[in-house]
Structure formats: C-alpha cells, structure tokens
C-alpha cells in the first residue's frame, strides 16, 4: 500500500483551482520560500497523524482568495484527499494480506480489469458565525466512484478513526529541537515497540526481584537512609492526606511496564569508557540518529507484520503494527554539515524501499536536490496573479525516444539544481558564459545570488528541452547562444533551429515567422538553414527579432570571439613578452622565429603570416565550415588569437585572468552590446516588467 496522490483545493495556500501532487517512494517537494511545501506535509498530517490536536481544522487553513479581506469572507470549504495504490496487486505477489481485507470494501475501480485505488478525503466548511473564530463542520470518508465522476452523496463512506490509524505520518517541522524529536516522536514509537512485546511471565517475575533487590541494596546506604528519614519527616508537616503520607525513596521502577517508560539508547565502549547518551550528541548527528531509529522501527514492524502474516498464534508481539508510515521531513539540510547529507538521503532511501514505508521531504538545499532523481521532484511555486500555490512535476526528454538526451537533461539539472530556486535562469552555451555573464552583472548591478540569478552552461543543441522545463515550471528564462556563422549548422541553420523550438514551445507561429514581405510558408522556412550566408543585413534582422522572444546570439562567432573583439587588448596583456602565438618567416633566405604581435606592431605584410590567417580561419570555423569570407580582415586575423587562446588553451582560465585586470568602472565601459541589451532584459524581468512575449 503506497501513497500515490495527494489533492488540495482550498487548503491553505492552495486556492479553488485542485493541485494534484503525485507521491512516489522518495519524493522530494522543492521551491522557494512560502510557496506550499510546508502546507502540503501539514495537510497529510493533518489526516493521518496520531496527535489529535494536528487534525484539528482552523480559521487559517481554509484559503483567503485575493482582493478578499478576512472580514470580508462569509464561507469557505475546502478538500485533502489522498489516493492509494496496493503494489502487492500490481505484481501479482502473495503480499497484502494485511494491508487489503482492512480496506477492501472501499476500493475504487476505473474499468474492468483496473486495478484498484483507495479515496480517503477530508472536506470541511468554514462559516462565519457569532464567534470569532467562527464554525468548522469536517468530515473524512471513503469516496468509492472513480476519479474522473463527479461525486455524489451516496459515494461518501465514513471512515473510522480505527482504519485510518492504520495510516500513520511522522512529521518533522523545519523548526525542530532534534533532542526534543527524539525524547518525544521516536520515544513514543521506542515505547510502542517496548510496551507491546511478548514479555514471558519469567521475564517478568525475574525483573520485578532483581528491582527489588536494587532498591533494598539502596535504601541500606547511610546516605539514602538519612535523607530518606529527613524527607519522611519534613513531608508530614506540610500534608496528612493518607494516600501520600508515606515517602520512600526508590533506585528506579518497580515493575517491568514503569522500567520501559524509561528506556533510552547509550553508545558504549568509547574512548573515554563511559557511556554516551543522545543528549551528548551535536544537532545534526542527533537529526541523523533520529531518522537512523525510525528506519529501525519501520524494519521491525515490517517483521512484525511476516509474524503476524506466516504465524499469528506466535508472535512477538502483542501489537499490530501500522500497515504504512510516511516519514514527512522538512528541510532535512537543518543541522547537519554538508559532507553528512549524502548519508541522510541514503537513509531516507532506505526507509523508502521498505513495503511499510514512503518518505516525503521539503528541501531549499541544491546539496539535497542533486541527490535525487528529477522524476521524483515536485516543484511549488506561487501564482502572483491569484496568490495561490501550483505544483508541477519536473518535465524531461521521453527516455524511450530520446535517450541521450534524456540522459543529458537529466544529469544537467541534477549539476545546476539552483536553476529551481533562482528568480531568472540564463542559459548559455557553455563554461565561458558561466564566468563572463557574472562579472558584467556584478559590474552593473551587483552580485548574481543576491539578485536570484542562475547561470546555467547547458549546451545549445539542447536547449529546447530546457525551455520545455523551464515552461512548466514557469521560471522566466534568457538564452545566450552562439551564432556560429560559416560553422557546419551555424548562422542560418542555428536561427532556424531555434524558430522551430520557440514554435514548439507554444509560441505563435505566424508571429515567429512574419517578415517585411510576409509570412514564411512551409517549404520557404524548411530551407531557411541553406539561405545566402553571406546576407548579414537579412540575418542580423532575424537576430534582432529573436532578442524579443530573450533569445539572444554571441555573434558573429561566439562568446570567446565576441570577448577578443571586444576587448582583446586586455587579453593580449595577460602574457608574458615571450608568450603568443609566433611563425616561421624567410628573411634573406633564413628562417626567423617571429611573434604574431610583432608582425602586428610593425604592419608588414608577409605571405607566411596570410597563410597563418588563412590557417586559423579554418580552425576556428572547423574543418566542414566555411572559408571566412563573411568576415571582415580584422575578424579574421583575430582567427589567429582565437586559435591561440580558446583552442589551443582552456577557455575558463583565459577569460578569468583577462576579466581579473579590469575594475568594474572598466567592465562598464567595455560591455558587449549583445551582453547590455541581454543584462537590461534581465533586469526588466526581475523588476516584473516582462516583455509580452517573453518566457514567464
């Protein structure tokens, strides 16, 4: 039996508009403060805790839609509903016999042949009424039609606070005392677990003597029966009630039950030799510890439950233990240092694989998020327009039909899980953007986490899938790509490589496509990557209308070559008088070893450095591009610096020492024009004032 849906509508933060969670085994709420992740653990809590007072409805979860005062609200109601799912019926296994004949008779079924579901859903009604606070009718039931039919009176069943107990939620709040966590939640469980075994009337009477043997051995110490005598004689005094008119003083428990009240757990031998109590431990080995013993519990009442299944008339136990436990963990990054998360999700795993347990947690930590599956994330985020929280599920390439890219997507945002957290995400091509784009923003505007910008190096040729998630998500988003003109599937090819994405993503076609002598039809656009390379005015007038749909090119090459246009003095300064790329030339007959920054300073012409040019125009632009021709003469004999610094060098520590000589008044001064129409789009985006047409 597993959890597989969660519904809230009106619960909260949630508003009229249902929000279907799904739940796996190790599910994984993410998003940025105050968006819901805290209000849907409260709302499974609220179901199924054992703390009555957590099930008690308030004024407060019942949904304020906006431009509504409190004051103003006359009546509200509300729904949370859970949907479970029995595994043992899917794989055909022996298993369930414990769990099924509990529930049975409020199965749902969609078709002949289905396989059953269990509704439980809580409805309530707030009105307002003569007291403050004012009135909550609820009610929790079985709802036996399918999800798809509207329900109707006859579909409710009650549901039995006895059943429901059978479903039991340990939740963690972010804001927790994890001494106090394990004194109370996991002391309850330990006891629990203690109190119901079998204890043998051997056991029994053999403990029972040996307290008594104690506390005699303790009341013959002079000590304890001089205080002992004081505490008799002081105590008369003050009260003469016969049932407390006798105090003794006792070593610990009289009997079994009393001792197990008092059971803790102690580390020993360690290298002091003495024993250590969890009281000793710091705050994130106690959290550790914590969710360390509740996977223990949940592993022996799984034994419990083979007991009671294979051999019912002997066992263990004198309990029947929960058929399933969700472990509903907020921020589990609290308390603990960085290096010990690893262990904490393996835990989590860990209680997740079991057949009795599911585990849900809440995290703000990109150490956490890269740690699990995209599959098994669920993203919360806040609707300004109606102040209402949605949930959406992470949107990845279909694995069957594109499983490289599938397996690239997946393993990207696992590497840059920030993405889900930053207010803007800038997509770029690769480890250049990554450094550039931070220090002009920080030149203009300051640092890039401070204003929740995330510069994500994902890749050009899969940068659709990234807007497919970004979309869902409803992040706003900027691209950075490179144009790559004369590259093999550059210039024309890449504009329209994004036309065809930006279409698929929903965005108006005839829009995208409209030019001064009209709409591109099909076939026309189907041969747009073999159009004249040498038309700039025409592509840079397509350029220019991809920036109001935030998608921006390094032209006329990329990133690196757009920098050494831009400022490739500076690069130049950063080698020593020895360094930089150099050519053989024939003078008088001899061959001279000569520096390219020399030829450049004195301004001769010599053939070998033109075949140097033309050499490095064909590596830069690869061997299935072109020759150059659309490029100015000083582009190319910049090839030649290209060449030298980005393929012959790494490009992270090329730009890093270039950037590192200039102040940020320097910075300012040398923008790149693409780079400030890119930095001020941005900053619109953060302030709210998007471009119509931009991601959002």
């Known amino acids: 039996m597993k959890l597989s849906k969660l519904k809230l509508k009106n619960y909260r933060c949630f508003g009229s508009e249902e929000q279907v969670i799904l739940i796996d085994q190790l599910t994984t709420f993410i998003g940025n403060n105050s968006t819901g992740k805290t209000a849907a653990l409260s709302a499974i809590n609220c179901m199924f805790s054992e703390n009555s007072n957590d099930r008690i409805l308030h004024r407060s979860d019942f949904h304020l839609p906006k431009n509504i005062l409190p004051d103003e609200m ?40 289905g396989l059953p579901y269990l509704r439980i859903r809580l409805e309530a009604t707030w ?84 307290i008594k043997e104690l506390n005699e051995q303790f009341e013959g110490e002079k000590g304890v029966s001089m205080f002992g005598t004081s505490l008799v004689k002081q105590w008369k005094t003050y009260d003469s009630d016969e049932r407390y008119s006798t105090a003794s003083l006792r070593f610990n428990s009289t009997d079994i039950e009393t001792s197990i009240r008092k059971t803790e757990v102690v580390f020993e031998p360690t290298e002091t030799g003495k024993e250590y109590t969890i009281d000793q431990m710091g ?26 299944e294979t051999d019912p008339e002997h066992t263990s136990f004198n309990r029947k233990p929960p058929i399933l436990t969700i472990v509903a963990l907020e921020e589990p990054e609290n308390h603990i240092a960085p290096h ?71 393993e990207a ?24 784009l931070p220090k002009y923003w920080e030149a203009i505007h300051g640092n890039t986490d401070v204003s929740g910008i995330s510069i994500v190096p994902l890749g050009g040729r899969h940068v659709n899938h990234f807007w497919r998630l970004l979309n869902d998500l409803e992040i706003p988003y900027i691209t950075l790509l490179d144009l790559d003109r004369e590259r093999d599937g550059g210039g024309w090819g890449r504009i329209q490589y994004v036309l065809k994405q930006l279409i698929a993503n929903g965005y108006n076609k005839e829009e995208l496509l409209n030019t001064k002598d009209g709409i591109l039809t099909d076939a026309q656009f ?28 390094s032209a006329p090459l990329d990133i690196d070559f757009m920098m050494l246009e831009q400022i490739g003095n500076v690069y130049k300064r950063t080698l020593d008088a020895s360094e930089g790329p150099r050519i053989d030339i024939i003078q008088k007959e001899k061959k001279k070893r000569t520096l390219i920054t ?4 004195d301004g001769e012409t010599h053939p070998e450095y033109e075949t140097r040019i033309q050499k490095d125009i064909q590596n830069t632009l690869k061997e299935e591009g072109g020759d150059g021709h659309t490029y100015s003469p000083e582009q190319q004999k910049l090839m030649v610096w290209y060449t030298y610094f980005f393929l012959n060098r790494g490009k992270p520590s090329t730009h890093i020492a270039a950037l590192s000589q200039l102040s940020d008044e320097e910075l300012k001064e040398n923008v790149p024009p693409v780079l400030q129409r890119l930095i ?13 047409n931009c991601a959002s």
């Open 340 to 410: 010990l998360l690893g262990k904490l999700v393996g835990n989590l795993k860990d209680i997740a694989e079991k057949n009795n347990a599911q585990a849900i947690m809440t995290s703000h930590s990109p150490s956490i998020v890269k740690r699990i599956d995209p599959e098994n994330l669920r993203y919360f985020r806040l609707d300004r327009e109606l102040l209402a929280s949605k949930v959406r599920c992470i949107t990845l390439p279909d694995e069957e039909r594109m499983q490289d890219q599938y397996k690239y997507i997946k």
């Open 598 to 601: 020399t030829i450049e300073n």
């Open 413 to 436: 945002v696992r590497a840059y899980p920030e993405l889900y957290f930053a207010k803007l995400v800038i997509l770029g091509e690769g480890d250049s953007e990554e450094i550039i």
């Open 283 to 308: 705050d994130g080995l106690r959290s550790l510890f914590y969710i360390s013993l509740v996977d223990s519990i949940l592993d022996v009442e799984g034994q419990m439950v083979r007991e009671i």
């Open 74 to 113: 006359e009546q509200q109601s509300l729904y949370i509903e859970a949907i479970f799912e029995f595994e043992e019926l899917q794989s055909g296994s022996n298993g369930g016999e414990y769990a099924i004949p509990i529930f049975f008779q409020h199965f749902v079924v969609d078709n002949p042949g």
């Open 526 to 553: 189907k041969k747009m990557s073999d159009w004249n390379v040498s038309d700039i005015v025409t592509m840079q007038t397509w350029i220019d209308s991809l920036e109001e749909y935030n998608v921006f090119f």
């Open 680 to 692: 001020e789009t941005a900053d619109h985006i953060l302030k709210g004032d998007k471009n119509e």
């Open 127 to 210: 009105e307002k009424s003569n007291t403050i606070d004012g009135s909550i009718d609820s009610n929790i039931s079985y709802i036996t039609c399918p999800e798809f039919a509207e329900i109707e009176e006859g579909n409710r069943t009650n549901a039995s606070r006895r059943d429901l107990d059978k479903i039991r939620v340990i939740y963690v709040p972010a804001v927790r005392d994890p001494s106090k966590q394990l004194k109370n939640a996991s002391g309850t469980m330990m006891y629990q677990i203690m109190s119901s075994i079998n204890w043998s009337e051997e056991t029994k009477g053999r403990v029972k003597t040996k």
